[in-house]
């Protein structure tokens, strides 16, 4: 908006709408703008001013504009996704008309009619993003919906499975969480990774469920340095099921090392006292002769940085167990490795 006064009279006016990339933001700009078109005016120290705007026709067409950019944060909203992460140039013509079925189904609770769907999980394309959904039916076999299974709500719709040695799919007891994939979780947005400890404390009576929440852990590090954008929602996340689990095995390795390379990732790194937590812990893990007290000695050489001890404590693991460390996302703090790093490769 240009305004162009003479001894405090308003001489000339222009006004230009230039679309931003995210949603949330380009709502506000059309909002001012559409606030604009209909008072004519604007007030500065004081004064009020009046100008021209563009014709109605224009008007109307930002409206429709705006009404669909509405549609589709309500849908964010109602999926959890940080609008944020969202940019709009890269949401093509064929995902938008997607997203009005999903619209259509998650906000409105529209049955979809298709003749050819079937039960099945889906990914939804969000720009660069994924949506993971499911596809259920409803009532007659012509109707289906679409239903987000990280949604708390939704946790007792679905049961997980197994293949055993035989081939035979069989039920299992986890959560939504241990069903996607660690090379996918960074990729998608409707995590509510806000509930996640809630959902693992819903099974916490299964003799499992701690190895569960563990490994989910290392997933949601493993997504931390795969996406740098969303590093600090998946640390926190990680943090906070982690947590969870210390508060129940305080005494467990992989608890107290998951807690160190989480900080570990933080800004501000490791403090003096925690590096002499980590030397501390190293030695008890030496003394044990426990199962696994190589891996754990060697990672607790990663979070203390020293490169030669790091190769020195690597040389002396096995095949297996070196293959087993490579493994965990501690290896990306060693010097020369991170998913990040593999994925450019």
């Known amino acids: 908006m240009r305004l162009v006064f003479d001894e405090q009279r308003l ?44 014709k109605t026709k224009d008007v109307r067409e930002l409206h429709a504009v705006r009404r669909n950019l509405g549609r589709l944060i309500s849908l964010l909203e109602t999926l959890h996704v940080d609008i944020t992460l969202v940019s709009l140039a ?38 660069r993003w ?47 969480y241990d069903a996607i994939k660690r090379e996918d979780l960074h ?8 509930s996640i400890v809630d959902a693992y404390r819903t099974i916490a009576e299964l003799p499992e469920t701690f190895t569960l929440a563990n490994q989910c852990v290392l997933k949601l590090i493993h997504a931390a340095d ?34 160190f390379q989480i900080r570990a990732r933080r800004p501000d790194g490791l403090s003096a006292a925690e590096r002499d937590e980590i030397r501390s812990l190293r ?30 404590c690597a040389a002396r693991l096995t095949p297996t167990e070196l293959e087993e460390l490579q493994g965990y996302p501690i290896w990306n703090l060693a010097p020369g490795h991170s998913d990040a790093d593999e994925q450019q490769a």
């Open 283 to 312: 030695r008890r893990v030496i003394r044990s002769g426990a199962t696994g007290a190589a891996v754990y000695e060697t990672g607790c050489a990663i979070l203390l940085g020293d490169a030669d001890d790091i190769s020195e």
């Open 226 to 259: 795969a996406e740098p954008v969303r590093r600090v929602e998946f640390l926190d996340a990680a943090e906070a099921l982690n947590d969870w689990l210390f508060e129940g095995e305080p005494e467990s390795v992989p608890n107290v090392l998951n807690r």
């Open 130 to 176: 994924r949506l993971q959904l499911f596809v259920l039916p409803v009532g007659d076999s012509a109707s289906w919906k679409f239903v987000d299974p990280f949604d708390p709500e939704n946790r007792r719709q679905f049961r997980l499975f197994s293949v055993d040695e035989e081939g035979t799919s069989v039920p299992i007891r986890g959560t939504v």
């Open 11 to 54: 001489q000339s006016s222009s006004v230009n709408l230039s679309f931003v990339d995210n949603p949330a933001d380009r709502a506000k700009d059309i909002d001012f703008f559409l606030n604009l078109a209909e008072t004519r005016s604007i007030e500065l120290n004081g004064g009020r001013y009046t100008f021209e705007m563009p």
């Open 90 to 127: 890269e949401i093509d013509n064929a995902q938008h008309e997607r997203l009005r079925y999903l619209y259509a189904s998650l906000v409105q609770d529209k049955p979809i009619q298709s003749d050819d769907a079937s039960t099945a999980q889906v990914y939804e394309q969000l720009g």
């Open 187 to 194: 990729h998608v947005v409707n995590l509510h990774l806000d």
